[in-house]
Nanobody
Framework: QVQLVESGGGLVQAGGSLRLSCAVS????????MGWFRQAPGKEREFVGA????????LYADSVKGRFTISRDNSRNTVYLQMNSLKFEDTAVYYC?????????????????WGQGTQVTVSS
């Protein structure tokens, strides 16, 4: 059974930075394309970004492009989301997800496993 555990969330001032981590257990992370999603209060969950199995390809939502960076260290079975220049509207629960697909996707149904989420709160 694959488990995903997010960490690194917290409270940060607008303009600040946070780095989220997603630890993959149960199977080597290099088996999966990985994605990050987020859900703000009262809103649907939305795509943030994704990274291919080997890390050579990435995809980002327009709202975070240029501010967020996804990376992975398959030797550590960990995926990261570096978030810079945070805005109040980035406040949300952030989820990582794993996909068996060889292609990266912004679509939730493409993902097979999900973490429990970590809260990110940006104060204005």
């Amino acid at each position: 059974q694959v488990q995903l555990v997010e960490s690194g969330g917290g409270l940060v001032q607008a303009g600040g930075s946070l780095r989220l981590s997603c630890a993959v257990s149960g199977r080597t992370s290099s088996s999966y394309a990985m994605g990050w999603f987020r859900q703000a209060p009262g809103k649907e969950r939305e795509f943030v970004g994704a990274i291919s199995r080997g890390g050579s390809n990435t995809l980002y939502a327009d709202s975070v492009k240029g501010r967020f960076t996804i990376s992975r260290d398959n030797s550590r079975n960990t995926v990261y989301l570096q978030m810079n220049s945070l805005k109040f509207e980035d406040t949300a629960v952030y989820y990582c997800a794993a996909s068996w697909s060889s292609l990266i996707s912004a679509q939730e149904p493409s993902y097979d496993y999900w973490g429990q989420g970590t809260q990110v709160t940006v104060s204005s």
